[in-house]
């Protein structure tokens, strides 16, 4: 029987059940067996008997198979009746407590004195509960010491055996806490009357976990007491305990228990007045409580409620409760003297009535005070429907100020389109704020029917703000609806004067051809204010159609103002983001490069080179190391342009390398000079260029971790930044994109002094077939950072394959890095000087922005005026005073040089920077 009862598995419930089946068949000689396998803890194994005899217990104890249970309820009692462990006769208990009946009662009374079993007795007797049962509860509790009476009592209170009510309370006094607290309750959950007395006085207790006991014992009484008929005894002792200091709250609740809506006037009651946790005890209770009637009482007692705190949580109550009948009182409640009870009766009637609530919230909106503005645009934000653009239009005309403000943005956020017509009507308004939101409204409302009106604003206005402001919502208009720009270009040809000037200013931020055409004319104008406008609208264009007409105005004109600003334009124009190569763009900064003459002008194109990651960009950043005014500039573009950023490697080309080379041997920044260290660490070899750097990649296994296959070819020679695959023989193949000739491929693995790769190098045209140009598959020698570098004849190939064979170490790859190199660029080692110690700091790195623009009355600020913040070169021996740049000490080569003081803006009549003394 114990090797039957060892195969039970319960995580297969079909087999376990076929085993009980088994053992309920063989009869009672067979689990007399089973009960005779039980054993000691310690003394042998028989977990699988306990198993199968719980299982027993619990497949026949439900009722269903009586003459199963009984049999396993006579051989369990004879197991109780033989001489055995309290351990081992307490499990045999457990098992009764299941399938027992009367016929256990007298077995397991007689052990209810028993120290060891006593417990699990009174357990399975509770569990068995049947008159007999409890007259054996009652009979041993009356005879019982106090240290044996506690469980006792909580059985029979828990059976609410109201025989054992006069034993039960004659330990109400006992000296043993734990004894006179099980007491308490036991004699309340059986409905003592008599224990009333002693209950409260536990409820009125100083100790407070008397006292929380006391109270809860109170409540259950009351409760007996009712369900038994006795309504008078439960109302007063409900009575009693809200007149205890902590009894108040479990008494309000008490009494709805009892009488139910009976209970309304006290709720009301107890809603009134400052107290906030009756307050909102009340009001939980009174939303519980159905019927139109209950709803109308809350309601009437609204108006009179104080403080208003207490009206503002009833108007809460009454929108949870979510009753049409409430919303007369509601809306009243809209124009209460309080802004709480303002803004809880707006949220109450969205909860309770979200349509009905969107024209008085709306009107709250328009004439209210800003509080109630705050809240009701808030509430309509999320609630309000199909219905709110029209009701917030409509409400437009007579709204305050700050009301039309809220409605506006109400109709931007709903994207009312429709509701644009009604919008534009108030761009006359007097109030320059609603004109100004007006505006920033029609931003993402306006369409081509609103351009007119809105562009004869923007030439009629003399407030700066609003011109700024009708712009952008022109802008934004001609951006959704390119067509709308029409009547702008029209307006720009016949335009003269401040007029033509501000419309150039806004073709600036429409663009086009046709405006563009009329701008670019207008650098030609013989007026001096319209050709400044058309050459700063150049540079601000939204594209690069601007930079050819800006780097024919550099070269071209005399003026120094046009010089300047044409540049700074052409500059931005050829950064803007495009899908041109990075080499044109290079190309046309160099042109920029070519044009510049003063060290200003030179940090101004490094700037922009300093974003375009090429070796063409390079090539003219390296003219600026030569230059000792521009030098640590133009060391911090060869860093921007070559060093990592985020998962970008980097560059890592031959030109890459000479320009961080002469970086780290030439910058006085040492933030510099460590960046061009860092970098140059990650170059193993010098000259070639690798046409695998971030091509394409796929394996023929699966990755470990996160290291992926694209790590093999990101330019990074560290053990992290490697492909795991896991397994061999496994391949990466990498795809070159084009047809290249090749004659060369430098395999790195990872390296840690013990392992060796065994490979072979493919190539291939289509992908297809493949042909071996390395054969590395006999290979011993230790993997080291340096990888292996395989030269051959120069191949045509698309694809590249690394056919990995074997590990010496485990069965998985590693490969750090994989590299290709096109014929004629195959590498050679790099011999790295000893690094040398880097020079004395002269100045910290600028990385200078593109230059303001020029204010209305032509000034471009250099600095704030009272630090250095925003000036463009060295800080050193400079300082501000009354607003200008003073040089305080003379740098040694300034024998030679005179001392300026710069104003903190300079005239663009004159340049740049405008000498104000010198010394």
Not at 19 to 41: D, H
Not at 274 to 301: I, K
Not at 507 to 519: F, S
Not at 564 to 583: E, F, K, W
Request: proline content about 6%.
């Amino acid at each position: 029987m114990a090797a039957l009862a060892s195969e039970l598995v319960w995580a297969k419930p079909a087999d376990g059940g076929r085993i009980l089946e088994v053992l309920l068949a063989r009869g009672a000689p067979a689990l007399r067996e089973l009960v005779s396998g039980l054993r000691v803890p310690g003394q042998g194994e028989d977990a699988g008997v306990r198993s199968a005899l719980h299982g027993l217990a619990l497949r026949v104890g439900d009722g269903a198979h009586e003459d199963q249970r009984a049999m396993l309820a006579g051989v369990l009692l004879e197991a109780l009746a033989s001489p055995a462990d309290a351990e081992l006769l307490s499990f045999v208990i457990a098992q009764l407590q299941l399938v027992g009946r009367d016929e256990a009662v007298p077995a397991l009374a007689a052990r209810l004195s028993d120290a060891r079993l006593g417990d699990p007795a009174v357990r399975a007797l509770c569990q068995i509960g049947t008159p007999a049962a409890r007259a054996a509860l009652r009979q041993a509790l009356a005879g019982a010491p106090p240290e044996g009476a506690l469980p006792l009592v909580h059985a029979l209170g828990s059976l609410r055996d109201v025989e054992a009510i006069p034993a039960i309370v004659a330990h109400l006094g006992a000296a043993d806490r734990s004894l006179r607290q099980a007491a308490l309750l036991a004699s309340a959950d059986c409905g003592a009357a008599a224990a009333s007395e002693a209950i409260l006085a536990a409820a009125s207790s100083a100790d407070p976990t008397e006292r929380r006991l006391g109270i809860r014992a109170a409540v259950l009484l009351a409760q007996r007491l009712h369900a038994a008929g006795r309504p008078a005894e439960a109302l007063a002792l409900q009575k009693a305990l809200a007149g205890l200091p902590e009894g108040a709250l479990p008494a309000l609740a008490l009494r709805v228990d009892l009488v139910g809506v009976g209970a309304l006037d006290d709720l009301i009651a107890a809603a009134s007045g400052a107290d906030v946790p009756r307050r909102e005890m009340a009001l939980r209770l009174g939303q519980a409580l159905p019927g139109l009637a209950v709803t109308a009482a809350w309601c009437a007692a609204l108006p009179r409620m104080e403080p208003p705190a207490a009206r503002a949580a009833l108007v809460a109550m009454l929108g949870r409760r979510q009753d049409r009948a409430a919303l007369p009182v509601l809306r009243q409640m809209l124009a209460d003297a309080d802004a709480g009870v303002r803004a809880a009766a707006m949220e109450a009637l969205v909860h309770a009535a979200p349509e009905a609530s969107l024209r008085p919230l709306v009107a709250l909106v328009a004439t209210g005070p800003a509080e109630d503005i705050a809240a009701g645009s808030a509430l309509l934000t999320w609630a309000g429907g199909a219905e709110l653009a029209p009701a917030a239009a409509a409400a437009l005309g007579k709204a305050t100020p700050a009301g039309k403000a809220a409605l506006l943005d109400l109709l931007a956020s709903r994207q009312a389109v429709a509701q644009a017509p009604a919008v534009l009507a108030l761009l006359g308004d007097g109030e320059a704020p609603v004109r100004l939101a007006v505006l920033k409204t029609l931003e993402t409302l306006g369409g081509a029917t609103e351009v007119p009106a809105v562009l004869e604003f923007t030439l009629a206005t003399s407030a700066a703000a609003e011109r700024r402001a009708a712009q952008r919502a022109l802008t934004a208009i001609c951006r959704r609806q390119p067509a709308a720009a029409a009547p702008v270009v029209a307006a720009l040809k016949a335009a003269s004067g401040e007029a033509r000037a501000a419309l150039l200013g806004l073709a600036a931020t429409l663009g086009g051809a046709e405006a563009l055409a009329v701008v670019v004319a207008d650098t030609a104008s013989p007026d001096d204010a319209t050709r400044l406008a058309a050459v700063k609208a150049l540079g601000e264009w939204p594209d690069a159609a601007a930079a050819e007409p800006l780097i024919g105005l550099a070269r071209g004109t005399a003026d120094p103002r046009i010089r300047v600003l044409a540049l700074r334009g052409y500059v931005r124009a050829v950064t803007l983001p495009t899908r041109r190569p990075a080499a044109e763009t290079a190309a046309g900064l160099d042109q920029a490069w070519a044009l510049a003459a003063t060290a200003d002008e030179r940090r101004l194109v490094l700037s922009g080179l300093g974003t375009v990651r090429d070796d063409a960009a390079l090539a003219s950043i390296v003219k600026g190391l030569d230059l000792e005014d521009v030098r640590e500039e133009a060391a911090a573009a060869v860093v921007a342009v070559c060093c990592p950023r985020e998962k970008d490697p980097g560059l890592l080309t031959p030109a890459a390398y000479a320009a961080l080379v002469r970086v780290r041997d030439t910058a006085q920044t040492p933030a510099l000079v460590e960046r061009a260290r860092a970098h140059l660490e990650a170059f193993s070899f010098g000259g070639g260029v690798n046409i695998a750097l971030g091509k394409p990649v796929k394996t023929s296994c699966r990755q470990q971790g996160d290291k992926a296959p694209w790590r093999a070819v990101d330019g990074k020679i560290t053990r992290q930044d490697a492909w795991f695959g896991a397994e061999w023989p496994s391949h990466l193949e990498v795809d070159l994109t084009q047809e290249v000739s090749i004659e060369a491929v430098r395999a790195v693995f990872y390296w840690d002094g013990r392992r060796s790769y065994q490979y072979n190098v493919e190539t291939s045209l289509d992908g297809q077939t493949w042909a071996v140009v390395a054969d590395h598959s006999a290979n011993t020698r230790v993997a080291t950072e340096q990888g292996v570098l395989h030269r051959f004849k120069a191949v045509r190939a698309r694809h590249v394959r690394l056919a990995i064979l074997k590990n010496s170490v485990n069965e998985a790859v590693h490969l750090v890095e994989l590299e290709v190199y096109a014929e004629g660029q195959a590498p050679a080692v790099v011999v790295r000087p000893a690094p040398a110690v880097p020079p004395v700091v002269k100045a910290p790195p600028i990385q200078a922005p593109p230059l303001p623009a020029p204010d209305a009355e032509g000034f471009i600020s250099l600095f704030n005026g009272k630090d250095l913040t925003g000036w463009m070169g060295s800080t050193q021996g400079y300082g501000v005073e009354d607003g200008l740049l003073v040089c305080k000490s003379a740098p040694r080569r300034a024998a030679t040089r005179p001392m300026w003081v710069w104003s903190c803006r300079s005239s663009t009549t004159r340049g740049i920077r405008r000498p104000m003394a010198t010394s």
